[in-house]
């Protein structure tokens, strides 16, 4: 079966600062797909970035990156130049591909609590 | 504008007063999922469906019924609400080809 782990509840980064957030998967299919989303306090799911099992390259979308790091099962999202609305909490979640059914079900973390400060 | 919508977005019911809360997408999308959202245990699917008349059980099905009698929508139909089934719930829905999942805004329900 597959699992997240997100084992840092919650963060604190000042302003200006890089952060990286810890998540770590297991699954035994070799296809599958890694995803971090962002909650504010507003409750609304924000897709922030995508990465691929066969993905040669580290995902990167604006000041967010993705460090894969295939062998650990590790894919950390790392955030550039945090700004204070950043402050949210963050899901990682991950899509097997080789699951049937499932509807392309989503296995989520338990999430991270971040909170930039100045 | 591509989306997925939830109704309500925030209900306060009691104990065994049966509800329904309705997932519409404009987007065509075979896929739809629902999913609860608790602290401490992030989100887990409770039903999903994979085109109309097509559904089934995700990982927390109890207590839930859902349908698909068309393509753009799935309710989430509780028969009997209890306190448990507190949480914030989540509709999303995708197609097989794409990593990309849409999310409703979620449905806030409190069950006193």
């Known amino acids: 079966a597959q699992k997240i782990t997100q084992t840092q509840p919650g963060m604190f980064v000042q302003e200006k600062e890089a952060v990286t957030l810890d998540c770590t998967y297991d699954t035994s299919d070799p296809s599958y797909g890694l995803f971090w989303y962002k909650q504010p306090s507003s409750g609304e799911m924000i897709f922030l970035i995508y990465q691929g099992s066969y993905d040669q390259q580290n995902a990167t979308e604006g000041r967010y990156s993705l460090n894969f790091q295939k062998a650990r099962k590790s894919a950390n999202l790392v955030i550039s130049a945090s700004q204070l609305g950043d402050s949210a909490m963050y899901f990682c979640?991950?899509?097997?591909?080789?699951?049937?059914?499932?509807?392309?079900?989503?296995?989520f973390g338990t999430g991270t609590q971040l909170k930039v400060e100045l | 504008e591509a989306q997925v919508t939830q109704n309500p977005r925030y209900l306060i019911t009691v104990t065994g007063k049966k509800l329904t809360v309705t997932c519409s997408q404009n987007m065509n999308h075979e896929y739809m999922s629902w999913y609860r959202q608790d602290p401490g245990l992030g989100l887990r699917q409770i039903y999903y469906s994979m085109n109309v008349e097509v559904t089934d059980k995700g990982d927390v099905p109890e207590g839930y019924k859902v349908s698909r009698k068309e393509k753009r929508n799935f309710p989430l139909i509780l028969e009997s609400p209890s306190p448990n089934q507190t949480s914030l719930y989540f509709c999303?829905?995708?197609?097989?080809?794409?990593?990309?999942?849409?999310f409703g805004p979620g449905t806030r329900l409190t069950v006193t």
């Open positions: 979640a991950m899509r097997d591909w080789e699951l049937t059914g499932g509807g392309n079900k989503l296995t």
């Open positions: 999303a829905s995708a197609v097989e080809s794409s990593y990309e999942q849409y």
